[in-house]
């Protein structure tokens, strides 16, 4: 859409990359290899984040059924 592509647009001048929920990434670099390379870290931080938040949920609920 014209919405998300301005926007995008707007953090692109600020940022070197942009995640949209449901859309995916956007990058720039110098090369291709450096855009790309941008786009595979945060694709390894996402997955990072999402093991410990996972990894964490799953120490609450041990937790309370250890309360219980």
Same mark, same amino acid.
């Given at each position: 859409?014209?919405?998300?592509?301005?926007?995008?647009?707007?953090?692109?001048?600020?940022?070197?990359?942009?995640?949209?929920?449901?859309?995916? @990434?956007? #990058?720039?670099?110098?090369?291709? =290899?450096? &855009?790309?390379? %941008? @786009?595979? #870290?945060?694709?390894?931080?996402? =997955?990072? &984040?999402?093991? %410990?938040?996972?990894?964490?949920?799953?120490?609450?609920?041990?937790?309370?059924?250890?309360?219980?």
């Amino acid at each position: 859409s014209m919405e998300l592509a301005n926007a995008t647009a707007k953090v692109m001048r600020d940022f070197e990359a942009c995640v949209w929920r449901l859309h995916g @990434v956007f #990058a720039s670099g110098n090369t291709f =290899d450096e &855009a790309f390379g %941008l @786009v595979n #870290a945060i694709d390894k931080a996402a =997955d990072w &984040a999402m093991r %410990l938040n996972e990894s964490f949920w799953k120490r609450v609920m041990m937790e309370r059924e250890q309360h219980q």
